[in-house]
């Protein structure tokens, strides 16, 4: 049965598997690792929770430990100012 909105009967609905991409083996954690680390912090400067980063609980300590070592060598900023400013997060293509 459809309703109004177009979406069919939730009895059919069958929700995907969520899977880790660090688990999968597509993406690695390092802290060096600037532009893989930026996809995980909002553009507040916030660590993307593991609900958003699709990551398990292991992975998700390693994440958020990686984000905080990158912005203690200052390969990530700590405040969204520095975001605006720079217009994103992390090192621009143009100067590496």
Do not use: E
Not at 27 to 35: A, E, F, G, L, Q
């Amino acid at each position: 049965m459809i309703n109004p909105r177009g979406a069919t009967n939730s009895r059919n609905y069958i929700p995907r598997p969520v899977v880790c991409p660090f688990c999968t083996g597509r993406v690695s954690i390092d802290y060096k690792n600037v532009s893989v680390l930026s996809q995980y912090v909002s553009s507040r400067g916030k660590i993307g929770s593991r609900r958003r980063t699709k990551a398990c609980a292991k992975h998700q300590r390693k994440l958020a430990q990686a984000i905080k070592r990158a912005r203690f060598l200052a390969l990530l900023p700590y405040v969204p100012d520095h975001i605006w400013k720079t217009g994103g997060v992390g090192l621009h293509r143009s100067l590496k």
